[in-house]
């Protein structure tokens, strides 16, 4: 995309003499930024704009335009775009609303425009949208007041915001902590170009080395999952602010995968997967560019903590145990060093609390930091400062400043007090390499997630989507909900292990089949219209004899049809009950706009109660299948607590597995409740109890 960064020309159509006009502001902001291309004032009523010949349309200009900002109401782009395409312009920046965001008659309108550009070779930004700014070639093209206010330094920062008034409010926020900016664009309705190119571009970009992302409603959501393994390759972290949580959709109610699988959980596991950083509001995403910003990586999770309060330290190692990172003892020749120069009733120890003495003795705080970074037990430092001013504070800049260039491990300051207190200290330590944050708890999130990106392990990522392949014999009609007994059929012929179970439709008849099958029986309505056996008192236990077997029958079939009185009844299933199982597991499938999601849980009717669950974007390898399977709080019931057997939990993962792969081939949207999967002891296998398949609509 060179032609939008570095445009050769830049016309601006709807371009205005009137003082204040935002078609004036594009044209001020362009040059007062150091734009070095073409400047074209495009308006008919205008033989000049602020000196610059004004031309009549975008087709008159004689020099090259590879960027066109359109400025002209949502009525009057098409004719503004077959003026662009006749010129053979890269790039328009739609900035009027009216589009897609008002309704059929300006989504169609959205459409159109769509349409038209692609037919001729133009890519478009917008509509309602207030544009882009890449700082590293002087082009400012867009209109928010900031532009007014704020000189851009080139830096190493890229973003792309969905919002244009919140994105460049979250860029003000971002130079105000002495972070710069490489690239922003401000995608608005993202007609054409949308966040994920976007995103894709920037990491394919030499000059930005972290993306920032604030999205809200996702277009073509299916290209993130190539994103993942170009994050990894180019070891660039994308940082994701994503808004707009939502219930999952229609068939929630039918479902229970999909229940667990609304639209923001699978976002969350999907950035997870795909190994981008996922933050919950602008602090956060702010804090994590910050320390992306300095180039040091930590080798491990070591963190060591200096602070001149105990208070400080307290909670900066509350915030690092709760999140999994180390704070190990200091070395032997470490605690030695700062002995040296330690008053004799202070304590050596991780954190190292310097108290007051730090203010009377100059020398100490070079000293002790110096000697901690030298540490090898320890991969990154965070200093915790509290109230400090003055010369005081400059001393301390110098020495943090000093001990930053003998190492290569990245340091952190936590500073507690207010800016009037050492005003600019913070901008001047971020731009030289230490980022600096409010809190202690603020400063080891971001430690926590430079750690999870540094050790980011190569399985990282989401394989394509592949065509899929014909339906199997006995595939469902689009909205049809097959029975647990046309279910397992499908199972079964995929070479997944259900229970036995025949269907039956007399008292008699089902006695008969348990007698043949070997007590203990579970019997179960079938019905297409009864999803959910339990609450319709469809389901009976532990059925041991004749009797047994023919009143649980009539008692379930009397229950269904109080329950439910139109359901359709096809009968119940004797089926063979399973003993000695480990735990019971929830394995199933839902759809989402990136495509399968996979969703493995602890089963059973406390499914939806405890919610532990772990979900990733199909298609999965057994070692996927293993660590989603190990990511659940309840795994240690699979590996042997209190004397009880390990499970099996390589056939469960070989289960999970294989339902990703067909969630992959088998054609059309539609969700998989496989609940329970009954993980038997290692080496038995597992055997799946009940399943449920829907065909969306």
């Known amino acids: 995309m060179k032609a939008l960064w570095q445009p050769r020309g830049v016309a601006i159509v709807g371009a205005s003499a009137t003082p204040g006009s935002?078609?004036?502001?594009?044209?001020?902001?362009?040059?007062?930024?150091?734009?070095?291309?073409?400047?074209?004032?495009?308006?008919?009523?205008?033989?000049?704009?602020?000196?610059?010949?004004?031309?009549?349309?975008?087709?008159?200009?004689?020099?090259?335009?590879?960027?066109?900002?359109?400025?002209?109401?949502?009525?009057?782009?098409?004719?503004?775009?077959?003026?662009?395409?006749?010129?053979?312009?890269?790039?328009v920046v739609?900035?009027?609303?009216?589009?897609?965001?008002?309704?059929?008659?300006?989504?169609?309108?959205?459409?159109?425009?769509?349409?038209?550009?692609?037919?001729?070779?133009?890519?478009?930004?917008?509509?309602?949208?207030?544009?882009?700014?890449?700082?590293?070639?002087?082009?400012?093209?867009?209109?928010?007041?900031?532009?007014?206010?704020?000189?851009?330094?080139?830096?190493?920062?890229?973003?792309?915001?969905?919002?244009?008034?919140?994105?460049?409010?979250?860029?003000?926020?971002?130079?105000?902590?002495?972070?710069?900016?490489?690239?922003?664009?401000?995608?608005?309705?993202?007609?054409?170009?949308?966040?994920?190119?976007?995103?894709?571009?920037?990491?394919?970009?030499?000059?930005?080395?972290?993306?920032?992302?604030?999205?809200?409603?996702?277009?073509?959501?299916?290209?993130?999952?190539?994103?993942?393994?170009?994050?990894?390759?180019?070891?660039?972290?994308?940082?994701?602010?994503?808004?707009?949580?939502?219930?999952?959709?229609?068939?929630?109610?039918?479902?229970?995968?999909?229940?667990?699988?609304?639209?923001?959980?699978?976002?969350?596991?999907?950035?997870?997967?795909?190994?981008?950083?996922?933050?919950?509001?602008?602090?956060?995403?702010?804090?994590?560019?910050?320390?992306?910003?300095?180039?040091?990586?930590?080798?491990?999770?070591?963190?060591?903590?200096?602070?001149?309060?105990?208070?400080?330290?307290?909670?900066?190692?509350d915030s690092l145990s709760a999140a999994g990172l180390g704070v190990p003892a200091l070395g032997d020749r470490t605690c030695q060093e700062i002995q040296a120069i330690f008053p004799a009733y202070g304590t050596i120890a991780n954190p190292l609390d310097l108290t007051g003495q730090i203010l009377s003795d100059p020398t100490m705080f070079r000293t002790a930091l110096r000697s901690m970074v030298r540490d090898p037990v320890l991969d990154a430092l965070?200093?915790?400062?509290?109230?400090?001013?003055?010369?005081?504070?400059?001393?301390?800049?110098?020495?943090?400043?000093?001990?930053?260039?003998?190492?290569?491990?990245?340091?952190?300051?936590?500073?507690?007090?207010?800016e009037f207190l050492a005003p600019g200290a913070a901008v001047k330590l971020q731009q030289a390499g230490v980022p600096v944050f409010a809190s202690p708890a603020r400063a080891v999130r971001a430690i926590a997630a430079l750690v999870?990106?540094?050790?980011?392990?190569?399985?990282?990522?989401?394989?394509?989507?592949?065509?899929?392949?014909?339906?199997?014999?006995?595939?469902?009609?689009?909205?049809?909900?097959?029975?647990?007994?046309?279910?397992?059929?499908?199972?079964?012929?995929?070479?997944?292990?259900?229970?036995r179970e025949v269907l039956v439709t007399t008292p008699a008849e089902a006695a008969a089949v348990a007698e043949q099958m070997g007590y203990p029986v579970v019997l179960k309505i079938d019905s297409p219209d009864i999803p959910h056996k339990t609450e319709a008192g469809g389901l009976r236990l532990g059925l041991g004899g004749s009797t047994a077997v023919q009143n649980a029958f009539r008692d379930v079939m009397t229950s269904v049809r109080t329950f439910k009185p139109d359901a359709r009844l096809n009968g119940c299933l004797v089926q063979e009950q399973v003993e000695g199982s480990i735990a019971e597991i929830i394995v199933g499938v839902s759809p989402s706009p990136m495509g399968p999601v996979v969703t493995v849980g602890l089963g059973g009717i406390f499914v939806e109660v405890f919610k532990d669950v772990s979900q990733r974007l199909a298609p999965l390898t057994a070692d996927d299948a293993k660590a989603m399977v190990a990511e659940l709080r309840g795994f240690k019931l699979l590996t042997g607590v209190r004397g009880q057997k390990p499970a099996d939990v390589e056939a469960l993962a070989e289960v999970v597995a294989r339902v990703s792969r067909l969630a992959v081939q088998w054609p059309g949207q539609w969700e998989l409740d496989l609940n329970p999967v009954l993980v038997m002891p290692a080496g038995q296998g597992c055997r799946i109890a009940d399943a449920l398949l829907i065909l969306s609509p």
């Not at 700082?135 to 330094?153: I, K, M, Q, Y």
């Not at 903590?305 to 400080?312: E, H, I, L, P, Q």
């Not at 689009?478 to 279910?487: D, F, K, N, S, Y």
């Open 382 to 418: 965070l200093v915790c400062f509290c109230v400090l001013q003055g010369a005081e504070v400059d001393r301390a800049i110098d020495d943090l400043l000093t001990v930053l260039a003998e190492t290569d491990k990245p340091i952190l300051v936590s500073r507690t007090g207010g």
């Open 452 to 499: 999870r990106f540094t050790q980011r392990g190569p399985a990282l990522g989401v394989a394509p989507l592949p065509a899929p392949g014909p339906a199997p014999v006995g595939w469902p009609q689009p909205g049809q909900v097959l029975t647990e007994r046309e279910a397992k059929s499908l199972l079964a012929a995929a070479g997944l292990p259900v229970t």
């Open 94 to 317: 739609v900035h009027a609303s009216g589009f897609g965001e008002m309704g059929a008659r300006g989504a169609a309108l959205e459409q159109e425009m769509t349409a038209y550009a692609r037919a001729h070779g133009m890519r478009i930004i917008g509509p309602n949208c207030i544009g882009l700014v890449s700082p590293t070639d002087h082009l400012v093209a867009g209109f928010s007041p900031l532009f007014s206010r704020v000189r851009f330094e080139p830096g190493r920062l890229g973003m792309v915001t969905q919002s244009g008034a919140l994105g460049y409010g979250i860029v003000s926020l971002a130079v105000e902590r002495g972070l710069r900016f490489s690239r922003i664009v401000n995608t608005g309705n993202e007609a054409d170009l949308c966040t994920a190119e976007l995103v894709e571009e920037l990491l394919n970009d030499d000059v930005t080395s972290t993306i920032l992302v604030y999205s809200e409603g996702v277009k073509r959501a299916a290209d993130w999952r190539a994103l993942g393994s170009l994050s990894l390759q180019r070891g660039k972290p994308v940082i994701v602010l994503k808004s707009g949580r939502s219930e999952a959709g229609s068939l929630a109610a039918a479902s229970h995968t999909a229940s667990l699988a609304g639209d923001d959980a699978v976002w969350d596991a999907a950035f997870r997967q795909l190994g981008m950083l996922r933050v919950d509001d602008v602090d956060d995403m702010l804090d994590l560019a910050a320390i992306f910003q300095q180039p040091r990586r930590p080798a491990g999770s070591g963190v060591g903590v200096m602070t001149t309060s105990g208070g400080a330290g307290i909670l900066a190692v």
């Open 22 to 91: 935002l078609g004036q502001r594009l044209l001020n902001y362009l040059r007062d930024h150091g734009y070095a291309g073409g400047i074209y004032p495009v308006n008919p009523r205008y033989p000049e704009v602020d000196g610059l010949t004004c031309y009549p349309s975008v087709g008159a200009i004689p020099g090259p335009v590879d960027l066109v900002l359109a400025l002209v109401g949502a009525e009057r782009v098409m004719g503004a775009l077959q003026d662009c395409a006749a010129k053979g312009v890269a790039y």
